[in-house]
């Protein structure tokens, strides 16, 4: 199942003054091409890139993200980092599955949860996936581009691996594209402008409330071929997972995190 088109006019007049909306029918990756422009000079803070279709979607440490054209909501959103501490950055990605979260339960009425740092998840399924670099361009300051991927009406044939679900597939009837990204539009404007104000206190506070990571037995996979065990205690002021294992507590800030279920018998 598909759905009309995302209208760049409405979407905009949706978002207000906060951001610039571009939508295109298909490109490789909006965040590769939101990374080129900001390397090429071009100011794109501000701007929030839709596809319709992409054919090299990517997710963290390289996995390819692509799904059946206007079934998602494809999107890739530029941010500022001019007077933020970079120690900060990492959060970024954590208030954007925030916005996710609430979007979808404005719009879809779905609750979801997040597996540290920002999967969207409801139950076990993958309902949205966040991929945030960072692009330098010559002279400038650092730019964020936030990458966002929600499963909206794709059918239970179409998903594009056995682990993710769309809000269709959990049985909303008429999922609609343009209000949800209207919506997380928004979520995003309230999320990054707290961010960007230093009210991480409160940004992290919530976003525990909809953690599914804290208080599980978790196993962390990271870059180098390491993994820690543990239990999963907390996140920092930084956005790092806190895990307590054996050899005491581990602040992690990049892997990935398995969730484990307890052993039987």
Request: overall charge negative; glycine content about 14%; cysteine-free.
């Amino acid at each position: 199942m598909t759905a009309d088109l995302l209208d760049a006019a409405s979407l905009q007049a949706g978002a207000g003054d906060g951001w610039r909306v571009e939508v295109v029918a298909e490109t490789g990756s909006t965040n590769a091409d939101l990374v080129a422009r900001a390397q090429a000079g071009e100011d794109v803070a501000g701007v929030a890139l839709f596809a319709e279709d992409q054919t090299e979607g990517r997710g963290r440490q390289g996995r390819s993200w692509s799904a059946v054209p206007r079934s998602q909501v494809l999107v890739s959103v530029g941010v500022a980092t001019t007077d933020v501490p970079s120690e900060t950055w990492g959060l970024l990605s954590l208030a954007a599955g925030l916005a996710v979260v609430e979007a979808v339960a404005e719009v879809a009425g779905v609750q979801a949860a997040l597996k540290w740092p920002n999967d969207v998840l409801v139950g076990t399924g993958k309902l949205a996936g966040i991929l945030a670099e960072v692009a330098a361009p010559g002279g400038g300051a650092p730019v964020i581009v936030v990458g966002i991927g929600l499963n909206v009406s794709l059918a239970a044939d179409e998903l594009p691996d056995p682990v993710a679900v769309s809000l269709l597939s959990l049985g909303v009837a008429q999922p609609n594209r343009g209000q949800l990204a209207a919506a997380l539009l928004n979520r995003l404007h309230v999320r990054i402008a707290e961010w960007r104000a230093g009210g991480n206190v409160e940004l992290l506070a919530v976003y525990r409330k909809h953690s599914s990571t804290l208080g599980q037995s978790v196993r962390a996979e990271l870059p180098g071929g390491q993994e820690v065990v543990g239990q999963a205690t907390d996140i920092d002021g930084n956005g790092a997972l806190l895990i307590d294992s054996a050899g005491g507590v581990v602040a992690v800030s990049a892997g990935d995190v398995v969730h484990l279920r307890p052993a039987v018998g």
